[in-house]
């Protein structure tokens, strides 16, 4: 691993230690039988049951074990040992059909030798990830022939902002396209424990554009079967936004609308 990556598993052991017990994750509520996963990905992967499922950067497992809960056969993979063992724990305690693996994505070849019938990963994983076309190429390696690639994510335009207010002044931070030298962050805090103060608050994270994700899917020998690209955000991404009644997060008084989630699939050729 290089200092990147360190950096950023030492801050991710930190927030596995303190996500379970936050509001945002809400693991009472799993416990008591609702679904960790939203509404966009449920629908737009239809029915997974009888289903292998390989769920990349998995974190403490909510989402891996909700998949199983939909019926599918899963296999998370993280790799914060932290989160690992406490998706351990939850998969023991609820008996649901899932295990866990503690790796980094770019080493999983030497961890597990399966094929599945879907990959999914979602929601804040692709800034971790220097390397798009090895990331492609390891989801084309794990699938079966004609298994699917599912990924609900954060619009790579949001990325450029830090800020984004009802009056639509923008705060534009942040580069839309790639460079190898990621972007360094100092900041106590995350999305789900925003009030965390953390022994490693550094980390490194990565830009990605559309069209750097399509086009290493596609060098990686995938079909992309669709992309949509959605007006709200799955979670509060800036200070302004609220959550409306249909469940999904805006900005209030905002008169255009922007793209603040893609949702993509694609498939490996039979
Ligand atoms: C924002 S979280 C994913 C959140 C997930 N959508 C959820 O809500 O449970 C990103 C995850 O990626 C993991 N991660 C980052 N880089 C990784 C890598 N190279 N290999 C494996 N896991 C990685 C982190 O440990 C973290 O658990």
Redesign the pocket.
């Known amino acids: 691993m290089d200092e990147f990556?360190t950096a950023?598993?030492e801050n991710?052991?930190e927030?596995?230690v303190l996500?379970p017990d936050t509001d945002f994750?809400d693991v009472d509520a799993f416990l008591a039988g609702e679904s960790?996963l939203q509404s966009l990905e449920r629908e737009e992967l239809g029915d997974v049951s009888g289903s292998k499922l390989l769920h990349?950067?998995?974190?403490?497992?909510?989402?891996s074990l909700s998949w199983a809960r939909d019926g599918a056969t899963v296999t998370g993979?993280?790799?914060?040992e932290q989160?690992i063992e406490k998706a351990r724990e939850l998969q023991a305690e609820t008996g649901l059909d899932a295990e866990f693996i503690a790796?980094?994505?770019?080493?999983?070849q030497s961890h597990l030798d399966e094929q599945f019938d879907i990959v999914f990963?979602?929601?804040?994983?692709l800034c971790?990830?220097a390397d798009l076309g090895a990331w492609a190429a390891l989801i084309a390696h794990f699938l079966e022939p004609g298994g699917t690639f599912y990924i609900a994510e954060a619009h790579p335009y949001m990325g450029t902002l830090s800020a984004l207010d009802a009056d639509g002044t923008a705060q534009f931070d942040y580069p839309y396209f790639h460079d190898n030298t990621p972007e360094r962050y100092d900041a106590d805090g995350s999305?789900?424990a925003p009030d965390a103060s953390f022994d490693n608050p550094t980390t490194y994270q990565w830009y990605h554009s559309m069209s750097d994700i399509f086009n290493s899917l596609l060098a990686a020998g995938l079909d992309i079967e669709f992309v949509h690209e959605h007006p709200f955000g799955t979670f509060k991404m800036f200070e302004s936004m609220e959550q409306a009644d249909d469940g999904w997060w805006y900005v209030p008084g905002l008169e255009i609308d922007l793209p603040f989630t893609f949702s993509l699939m694609a498939t490996k050729p039979e």
């Open positions: 990556h950023n598993k991710w052991e927030r596995a996500h994750y960790s990349l950067q998995c974190h403490f497992g909510l989402d993979v993280d790799y914060s989160a790796a980094d994505i770019y080493d999983l990963t979602s929601y804040g994983v971790w990830l999305y789900a």
